[in-house]
């Protein structure tokens, strides 16, 4: 019986790990996290732009929405790249596997960044922006699972949620460097420049990333938990997709709705506002920017205090009550922007998001990879991320942005968000693995037998 408990539980009594090595494999585990999102968030706010330069349509509204639709098929992509990395993360080790994560992330970036436009080359400038989008959505969906099981494996007992929250921090810093950055280039150039090579700027510099990430992954130690399972079983851990759904169902199920309002809200008040301004608010894009930046201001200090408090007082205790006032609150906070859209109140209803997305998304590694045991825990924390990801996430700029046209409602982005919400609490009330997180939130998982 030994043989199948959490694997964790063997390293409660193990020697404290060099304070060099994790801080090591804590960059390491957060550099690729932070520039998947600066170039997802870099491709939102020159959304405008980049819809010219690659679909230049008659219409103003189909050329934004082609252009969404090449963004939310990396999200397509990214359950398939979850499932094939997450195993070759739990059968292989992390460190190998987010080594070959970031340099695949930064060749989809620079390909992004040189790609000519339509009038260069015609129709294979967008294919190209879709075959980056694609690598890009392969690459990450296994990047948050690898890195999150890098960082919770390093922690010591009784702070997995506070180093946990150092991936969303990393996501804070993304969102803080490429809001200042696009700002600059948005306010300092004229426009023409702006379209013809200063959108390029950003991903060209987040492509440099890739080979720093690289070194860094290359040198780290492997995780201790990985490794004493390895020893345990004295193979490399092996389980179908098919038995991982049988035994890990419910627990991948309770996953996606942890993920769900997190990942609206991230993707509406962060990657699509600045669209939605623009559009629908008739501001400059300059006011969504100076929002997004101190936007990650508070992240970077909100999220380690979520991990804090969900360490102290039980992540999942500490996630429903805050998700549910941010149900409530949807409406009203899109409702009172909408009746006077003043940079002001844009700027005030941005702080507001974020504050409480740092408080309901600060401790999401940790949650997620408190739900799978170390043998599965890249592929549940993956398929389950990228599956709520993609279908609330990725998917909520072109969802928000094609109902707004088909009904004229600038509201919409608030009963998105209502409706995200609404399905996160009954999946983690509603699922087995949720109820048990909520009434002991020390909990860990068993590791299977078949493995």
Known sequence: MDSILESGAGLRNAQ??????????VLASVIGNGLEWFDFLIYGYFA????????????????????????????VVRPLGGIVIGACADRYGRRKTLAALILLMAASTLLMGL?????????????????????????????FATAASMLTEYAPPGRKMFYGSFQMTSQAVALLLSSVCSYL???????ASLAAWGWRVPFLLGALVGPLGFYIRHKVAESPEFVQLRKRLGHAPRQSLRTFLRERGDAALCAIGVIAIGAATNYLWHSYMPLYVERQLHLPLRNALLGTAASGLIGIVGYPLAGRLADRFGAYRLFVPVALVWIIAAWPLFAWVLAAPTPERVFVAQMVATVVLSLMSGAHPGMLTQLFPTSTRSTGVALSYNIAVTLFGGMAPLTVSTLIDLTGSRIVPAWYLIVAGVISLLLVGFSASGRRLLRDPGALPIESESI
């Open 16 to 25: 404290p790990l060099p304070a060099s090595q994790v801080r090591r494999a």
């Open 48 to 75: 405008n732009t980049i819809a010219k330069v690659f679909f230049p349509v008659a219409s103003g509204a189909l050329s934004i929405t082609l252009t969404l639709a090449t963004f939310a098929i990396g999200f």
């Open 115 to 143: 790609t000519p436009g339509y009038a260069s080359i015609g129709i294979a400038a967008p294919l190209l922006v879709l075959l980056a989008r694609v690598l890009q959505g392969l690459s990450v969906g296994g990047e």
């Open 185 to 191: 280039l948005s306010t300092r150039l004229a426009p």
